[in-house]
């Protein structure tokens, strides 16, 4: 055994070596990325399922790095939160969130995914107000997406800042909803506008289980008269399927891939939402 570890050790070094080099490059990257504006909002649509109208967009963040090309969130956003950027990265995209949804048609939403880590500061919610304020960007317009993940650790703390935001008219809804655990007691626990279906359960729709979970989901959302959006909807069938089943709000490759500012003002355009 000790040979054969000796033998791994052998052959796995240079990679881990390789592979703490890459990180230590992304995370260099990252800082330089927010110091030189590298992260940009890119929107995705969020359609009414049974009329089809648009009623808001989800902003999703990229990274242009001038090394890697277009990042996805999943790769940078861990890493802003280990290294203690995340907040910094989070207000810099919801400056240019604020500014792009001014554009739109008022009735138009905009939701921003928040880090639990930023849900740890205390001061998370009167600095999220101040960016509104001095953004003149109205606070009935923003939503903001949480995960259950946030309330393992201070509950208190988190339900008394969703409370002053949603005081000041700021919607907050429950992400990815079903994939984590415990979701029905925070359920109660929690003073919740939204709850956003995981998209693994909506794209999987034909299957006999996940219809299943998505219709018991469907009929809590009824009880607690909570509304509810349908997120991964990637083709007709899953949509009919959904149109079945209530009234959800819904977004996913079916309406399109998330697009950047400038692409988003054009459809807009051509949609009279301008
Ligand atoms: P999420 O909040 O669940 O966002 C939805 C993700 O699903 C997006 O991936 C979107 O592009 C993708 N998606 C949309 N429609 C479909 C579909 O029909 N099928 C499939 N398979 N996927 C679909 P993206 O943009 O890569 O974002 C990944 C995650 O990164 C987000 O998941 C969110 O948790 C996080 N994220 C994105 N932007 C931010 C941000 O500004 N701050 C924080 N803290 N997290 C962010
Ligand atoms: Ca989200
Ligand atoms: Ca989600
Ligand atoms: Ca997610």
């Given at each position: 055994?000790?040979k054969?570890?000796?033998?791994?050790?052998?052959?796995?070094?240079?990679t881990?070596?390789?592979?703490?080099?890459?990180?230590?490059?992304?995370?260099?990257?990252?800082?330089?990325?927010?110091?030189?504006?590298?992260?940009?909002?890119?929107?995705?649509?969020?359609?009414?399922?049974?009329?089809?109208?648009?009623?808001?967009?989800?902003?999703?963040?990229?990274?242009?790095?001038?090394?890697?090309?277009?990042?996805?969130?999943?790769?940078?956003?861990?890493?802003?939160?280990?290294?203690?950027?995340?907040?910094?990265?989070?207000?810099?995209?919801?400056v240019?969130?604020?500014?792009?949804?001014?554009?739109?048609d008022?009735?138009l939403?905009?939701?921003?995914?928040?880090?639990?880590?930023?849900?740890?500061?205390p001061?998370?919610?009167?600095?999220?107000?101040?960016?509104?304020?001095?953004?003149?960007?109205?606070?009935?317009?923003?939503?903001?997406?949480?995960?259950?993940?946030?309330?393992?650790?201070?509950?208190?703390?988190?339900?008394?800042?969703?409370?002053?935001?949603?005081?000041?008219?700021?919607?907050?809804?429950?992400?990815?909803?079903?994939?984590?655990?415990?979701?029905?007691?925070?359920?109660?626990?929690?003073?919740?506008?939204?709850?956003?279906?995981?998209?693994?359960?909506?794209s999987?729709?034909?299957?006999?289980?996940?219809?299943?979970?998505?219709?018991?989901?469907?009929?809590l959302?009824?009880?607690?008269q909570?509304?509810?959006?349908?997120?991964?909807?990637?083709?007709?069938?899953?949509?009919?399927?959904?149109?079945?089943?209530?009234?959800?709000?819904?977004?996913?490759?079916h309406?399109?891939?998330?697009?950047?500012?400038?692409?988003?003002?054009?459809?807009?355009?051509?949609?009279?939402?301008?």
């Amino acid at each position: 055994a000790k040979k054969n570890g000796k033998n791994r050790y052998f052959w796995f070094e240079p990679t881990m070596e390789n592979e703490l080099r890459f990180r230590n490059e992304l995370e260099n990257g990252i800082r330089r990325g927010l110091k030189r504006g590298e992260f940009v909002p890119f929107y995705e649509q969020q359609v009414d399922i049974s009329t089809g109208e648009l009623v808001g967009f989800e902003m999703l963040a990229r990274w242009k790095s001038p090394e890697l090309g277009l990042v996805n969130p999943d790769v940078f956003i861990p890493i802003a939160e280990e290294i203690g950027v995340i907040a910094e990265m989070s207000e810099q995209l919801m400056v240019q969130a604020f500014t792009d949804a001014q554009a739109w048609d008022s009735s138009l939403t905009l939701s921003v995914n928040i880090s639990p880590v930023q849900l740890r500061d205390p001061w998370f919610s009167q600095r999220l107000l101040k960016l509104l304020i001095e953004n003149n960007f109205p606070a009935h317009r923003l939503e903001i997406e949480v995960t259950e993940t946030c309330l393992h650790e201070n509950l208190g703390l988190v339900k008394s800042m969703i409370a002053s935001l949603r005081n000041q008219g700021v919607r907050v809804s429950l992400d990815d909803f079903g994939a984590g655990y415990s979701s029905l007691s925070q359920l109660r626990s929690l003073p919740l506008d939204r709850i956003k279906i995981d998209r693994s359960f909506v794209s999987e729709l034909r299957n006999k289980d996940s219809s299943k979970i998505v219709d018991a989901i469907i009929s809590l959302g009824d009880g607690l008269q909570m509304p509810i959006t349908a997120e991964g909807i990637e083709n007709e069938d899953i949509l009919a399927q959904l149109r079945e089943m209530g009234e959800l709000k819904g977004q996913g490759y079916h309406y399109g891939r998330p697009e950047d500012g400038s692409q988003m003002l054009e459809r807009l355009a051509e949609n009279g939402k301008l």
